[in-house]
């Protein structure tokens, strides 16, 4: 189309003008005019025939790699791009080609046997989980990719942890087998062991490390080969008869092939009668029963099959993405669509919003249900706020394509959206969103520090900035100190808090700096408390006064009247491990009434009195019952049973919570509360009882397991502070010689030592 040419030619043109060496600009240019458009927006692609897939791995796992690969082969892109020099079309952000990383998810669209396939690449790195959760939100199936060195890692059992929470169906491909000490076996070992999920081998590598040149196809009974001379774009397939008789495979391979060809169709028998009956008869399922009974088995993810290959040698790729038609879910599968209410009219989900050069924010929406028009006006959740959808787009990573309109089942961009948010759904009447569906799980942040703008003139910008990058990322969580004044921006590790304040100054133009990153604490208790508010001007044993009860409250705890000794409770708000409970029922209260209350908790959690940090991990319970009477319910307060008149509107009861709760907390033996991450240490066998002995003795930490890993390695999983981990890289480098490494993501927030927290304290109030 005209507008992608236009796109493409300005790129180009960017590109030839800014570029620094010749090199570097006729790459520019090269990848700026290769790419090519999706589909015409006006072909519809039918339901059965489209496919949204995430690709979800541990980091360095070979997810852009493997992308790179499929952009080729289906005819979306003439030339490979390279992580290594930076010239990749889904890491398009400079963030990630300096540092080879994927930061932030990317959408590409693109035609593959005869449908159509929307892709989305998604980080590695923990501190970028945000964006795999909000992916996983509106795709219908995924692909995990494990390391054949390494196998299953931390990060890969995070993903696949959200991939369960989102019920989505997964292949999964043992990539870089190609690699020294690669094993194929031990990959596939780890699935069950670390994942707790059956894994069915449908390949197996021909040749291994440097010898590798193919797969074979134990569904098919074929191998697969890859020519090198086009960068794999031919592949040859022959029989097992032919690749015998060729001398294509060695006697020790055939001997593989005929084992692992016996074991796919064994474990197919016994979750499939027709394959049951044609093994028991000593015949051979045909190739038609035995794709029906995977895809059957993986839509009802009962087992994962599992592909092999090496994406950076060309290995692999094509018959993975044969897989995803094959075997993942098409949104009718997935009944995204049909599974909704049927009186909605239109209902769509915004997983990610993005702003451009001029700070206008871009949405992308899966629809659901219904259809989206450019022009068209929406509702949208939370607040109900009306929208107009000014233009629609394909968007294929920095590339768009102008839309008219998107059916249900797809995925596509809105310009014009000024309220909505990630995790707001979109319908045409404000009634529906009652029904909406809910919002993401947004982690924890772990780390803050502050940001300060450089005068009173460049203040306006910053807060600009910071309300465009936290609207981006629902993890990054942007306050303000009452009594410093200072702005503070917390996220998930020190490398997101870097790329979020280098966006700030690079692409919002904010003029700021910042201070150290810091691990970011809570307060919580250790006791209980009860504190009383007499609600009447005149005293008195048995005038009516308000009732606040504070105690602890595990890190994974359910919210229940039990865990509050009461009856007729109402779950009002629940925040975390947090939970606010009002007593009596709201409606006895009156919702004026009833908000005031659970906001003034807020409010009064809020700030805690060690270091004026958040209060979390407690149970509050507010005793209401004194103000039941006069409460008109409408938004204002009744002056009837000896209520004091200054209870006459909300803001002095919110006030009034608010203290009553701070009491509450000071009475209640205050205390810290440290970020604890699940740790994952690989080493060589022989400095395992090193590492043993640092996490226990040194860095407060309780090892879960120690598990072999292969090739003389293992590797420790264990549960340490987070402060305790700063500077820890070095360390392990250090005490094993230079072999071992370590990932990390969150797990819980739980006390610490009485020397470590006047330590943290310390820390804390001296910035």
């Known amino acids: 189309p005209p507008c992608a040419r236009a796109a493409s030619t300005r790129a180009a043109r960017s590109a030839l003008e800014t570029s620094a060496s010749g090199a570097t600009r006729c790459n520019a240019l090269l990848r700026a005019g290769v790419r090519r458009s999706a589909s015409s927006s006006s072909t519809t692609t039918p339901l059965a025939d489209l496919r949204n897939i995430g690709i979800l791995a541990h980091i360095d796992a070979g997810k852009t790699t493997t992308t790179e690969r499929m952009l080729l082969y289906s005819g979306f892109t003439r030339v490979m791009g390279d992580v290594d020099s930076g010239s990749t079309v889904t890491d398009f952000l400079q963030d990630e080609r300096e540092r080879g990383i994927t930061i932030q998810s990317a959408c590409v669209r ?50 696949w942890r959200q991939a369960d929470r989102y019920q989505i169906p997964r292949i999964v491909m043992v ?105 028991l008869e000593g015949k051979d399922p045909d190739v038609s029963s035995l794709l029906a009974a995977l895809r059957r088995g993986v839509l009802a993810r009962e087992f994962v099959p599992v592909l092999c290959g090496a994406a950076a040698r060309n290995v692999g ?68 706020n009306k929208e107009r959808l000014l233009r629609l787009v394909r968007v294929n990573a920095d590339d768009i394509e102008e839309l008219e309109s998107v059916s249900a089942g797809d995925i596509a961009g809105v310009f014009g959206l000024k309220e909505s948010k990630t995790g707001s759904t979109l319908v045409s009447k404000k009634a529906d969103l009652e029904k909406a569906r809910e919002g993401l799980v947004v982690p924890s942040p772990v780390f803050v520090c502050s940001i300060e703008a450089e005068n009173a003139a460049a203040e306006p910008g910053l807060l600009e900035a910071l309300r465009c990058v936290q609207r981006e990322d629902p993890s990054l969580v942007v306050t303000v100190d009452d009594e410093t004044g200072q702005t503070l921006l917390a996220g ?12 700030l100054v690079r692409d919002f133009g904010a003029k700021c700096s910042r201070g150290r990153v810091l691990v970011n604490y809570r307060e919580s208790v250790r006791g209980s408390a009860d504190v009383m508010e007499p609600l009447c001007e005149t005293g008195g044993d048995d005038a009516p006064a308000l009732h606040v009860r504070i105690s602890p409250r595990g890190p994974h705890a359910e919210s229940t009247a039990e865990e509050h000794d009461v009856q007729h409770v109402d779950t009002v708000k629940l925040r975390g491990p947090t939970s606010i409970l009002v007593m009596p029922h709201k409606k006895s209260l009156g919702s004026a009434m009833a908000s005031a209350l659970v906001r003034g908790t807020e409010i009064g959690l809020g700030r805690g009195p060690l270091s004026a940090l958040p209060v979390s991990n407690v149970a509050v319970s507010l ?20 209520v004091a008149p200054a209870l006459s509107d909300p803001d002095t009861l919110q006030r009034l919570v608010a203290e009553s709760v701070q009491r509450a907390v000071r009475a209640a033996d205050p205390c810290l509360l440290e970020p604890v991450m699940d740790v994952e240490v690989t080493v060589h066998t022989e400095h395992v009882g090193t590492v043993l002995s640092d996490i226990t003795s040194r860095r407060r930490g309780t090892v879960v397991s120690v598990e072999e890993a292969g090739s003389a390695r293992s590797v420790v999983l264990a549960r340490v502070p987070l402060a305790a981990l700063i500077g ?20 819980r927030y739980d006390t610490m030592p009485a020397a470590e927290e006047q330590a943290a304290l310390a820390d804390i109030r001296g910035f």
Request: aromatic share 8%; hydrophobic share 40%; proline share 4%.
């Open 110 to 159: 693109f035609p593959w046997a005869n449908g159509v396939i929307n892709l989305v690449d998604t980080p590695g790195h923990v501190d970028f989980t945000i964006e795999v959760e909000r992916a996983l939100s509106v795709l219908d199936g995924a692909v995990v990719i494990l390391d054949g060195v390494k196998g299953v890692e931390a990060q890969t059992e995070t993903v």
């Open 175 to 279: 990539n870089k087998l190609d690699r020294e000490g690669a094993d194929f076996h031990y990959a596939v070992s780890t699935i069950p062991s670390r994942l707790g999920v059956k894994a069915i081998p449908i390949q197996l590598p021909l040749g291994q490390s440097d010898t590798l040149n193919g797969v074979f196809d134990l569904v098919r009974m074929e191998t697969i080969h890859f020519d090198k001379s086009d960068e794999g774009k031919t592949v040859t397939r022959l029989s097992l008869d032919d690749a015998i008789s060729e001398g294509k495979l060695t006697q020790s391979e055939q001997h593989e092939i005929r084992r692992a060809r016996e074991s796919l169709v064994e474990f197919l028998a016994d979750l499939n009668d027709d394959i049951a009956e044609r093994f």
């Open 317 to 384: 790729v094509q018959p993975l993405m044969d897989a995803i038609v094959d075997f993942l879910p098409s949104p009718q599968d997935a009944q995204q669509v049909a599974g909704n209410p049927s009186d909605i009219n239109l209902e769509a989900f915004v997983f990610k919003v993005t702003h451009d050069a001029q700070k206008k924010p871009m949405s992308f929406v899966r629809i659901y249900k219904g259809e989206l028009r450019r022009g068209q006006t929406v509702f949208s959740s939370p607040g109900g």
């Open 492 to 503: 998930m590790g020190e490398l997101h808090i870097d790329v979020a304040y280098r966006r």
């Open 623 to 642: 005793d209401s019952s004194a103000l039941r009477h006069g409460s008109s319910g409408r938004g204002t307060f009744g002056e009837g049973a000896g």
């Open 728 to 747: 820890y890289a070095t360390d392990l480098r250090s005490a094993t010689r230079g072999g071992g490494s370590f990932q990390m993501a969150f797990c």
